[in-house]
């Protein structure tokens, strides 16, 4: 490899993309085009970048297999940050066999890290934590360290384990210091704000105030029974009832853990569970219904007692009833989670991360549009939606991936 390239891809690692630039810019040979697409990647041009690692990929001959695999990883890395879940990743599992067959066990922890950071973005917090045990942490340079410290906190994070979260980030930290690569370090200290950040408010005997994560995980392991609205459960301890697929259990049970201990009156809970000014019979008919429903759905947690003017939560064993809500409520809270990390997301790779149909992401990215919410540049297949974070909020608890207590 001659001068230019050594000093190009010293540039890359140092996290100078136009210092890599003036050194390839005008050639065309293999490895140049590689470079060109990671500089283009690093300013943030990720078509661009696409197309020339796609480029140099077939620009490499066959005999070349580590520098092809090389290109493949680099170009997932591309598809990870400009929110392409989709990307097919049986072939990043090849170049990954590929680059540890020929001993390039470096970049073979880069495409590993990349696998767990995607399974993260989708939620699926078992997998991505197996892809993290496949590193081995004493032989990884430091950038990758600190990747894999931040996989880390964030599946800790999800899980509100947050002191392995802290141990994680510090770890983080500590590895981004020394790669010196600034873009990495600015990555580790916004995972900190999450730390630092409101992450919910508790609503309880008609008061509210909010939470930071390490109160969020003190009280999921009190002996109160939460009302959980971030993720639609009921829960007292390990114990905890899914009412996610049963909105309107879910929206009794939120009303009557709001009024604890007091009770609330029937046309109260019809107003507010089937949005309707005027209660009929038919109304009253169903609540008894939904109620009943409620009562058995819940079971051991707590029983649904009628009074002279309405209904009452009564725990079984809980000594408190409180309810958990997002800091900011929003009818599409969960897509507005996502954009909010910064990056560009298809409606496409929105809908995988959130379990839902294409279709329904669509429609809600048009009305967070329409109230100047979300923005999308590009069209067809490349368009993609960006939003600003939430200032001050974390947005841990709107994410994909289950609370502790095996709620998914």
Not at 26 to 33: F, I, Q, T, V, Y
Not at 44 to 70: C, I, V, W, Y
Request: hydrophobic share 50%; charged share 20%.
């Amino acid at each position: 490899m001659d001068a230019l390239i050594t000093a190009a891809g010293r540039a890359l690692s140092a996290g100078d993309p136009l210092g890599a630039l003036n050194r390839v810019a005008l050639r065309d040979d293999a490895p140049a085009l590689a470079l060109r697409g990671i500089a283009m990647a690093q300013l943030g041009d990720f078509a661009r970048a696409r197309l020339l690692l796609q480029r140099a990929a077939r620009t490499f001959s066959a005999r070349e297999e580590m520098a092809r695999a090389r290109c493949v990883v680099a170009e997932a890395e591309v598809a990870l940050a400009s929110r392409d879940l989709g990307w097919p990743t049986r072939r990043l599992d090849s170049a990954r066999a590929t680059l540890e067959a020929h001993g390039d066990l470096t970049n073979a922890a880069h495409a590993r890290s990349l696998e767990a950071r995607r399974l993260l973005l989708l939620g699926r917090l078992e997998q991505a934590e197996h892809a993290l045990a496949q590193l081995a942490l004493h032989s990884l340079p430091p950038a990758l360290g600190a990747i894999q410290a931040l996989v880390a906190a964030g599946i800790a994070l999800r899980r509100l384990h947050t002191a392995a979260a802290r141990t994680a980030l510090e770890r983080a930290a500590e590895n981004a210091r020394l790669s010196g690569v600034v873009a990495l370090q600015a990555e580790v200290e916004n995972a900190w704000h999450a730390l630092g950040a409101p992450a919910a408010r508790l609503v309880a005997q008609g008061q509210e105030r909010l939470l930071l994560l390490p109160e969020v995980e003190a009280l999921l392991a009190s002996k109160a029974l939460v009302v959980d609205a971030c993720r639609h459960a009921v829960r007292n301890g390990h114990v905890a009832v899914s009412l996610a697929t049963r909105p309107v259990l879910f929206a009794l049970a939120r009303l009557l853990g709001e009024a604890w201990p007091a009770d609330v009156p029937r046309d109260a809970l019809i107003a507010g569970t089937f949005r309707t000014r005027f209660a009929d019979d038919s109304h009253r008919i169903r609540l008894r219904v939904e109620l009943g429903r409620l009562r058995a759905a819940l079971g051991p947690l707590a029983g649904v007692c009628a009074t002279p003017r309405g209904y009452v939560l009564e725990p079984t064993s809980a000594t408190e009833v409180v309810v958990l809500a997002r800091p900011i409520e929003d009818k599409h809270g969960d897509v507005l989670a996502l954009l909010s990390d910064g990056e560009p997301w298809s409606s496409s790779a929105l809908a995988m991360a959130l379990g839902a149909s294409q279709r329904n992401i669509q429609r809600a990215l048009e009305t967070l549009a329409r109230v100047g919410k979300v923005q999308s540049f590009g069209r067809g297949r490349a368009r993609r939606w960006v939003a600003p974070p939430v200032p001050g909020f974390t947005t841990t608890l709107l994410l994909p991936g289950p609370l502790p207590g095996g709620l998914g």
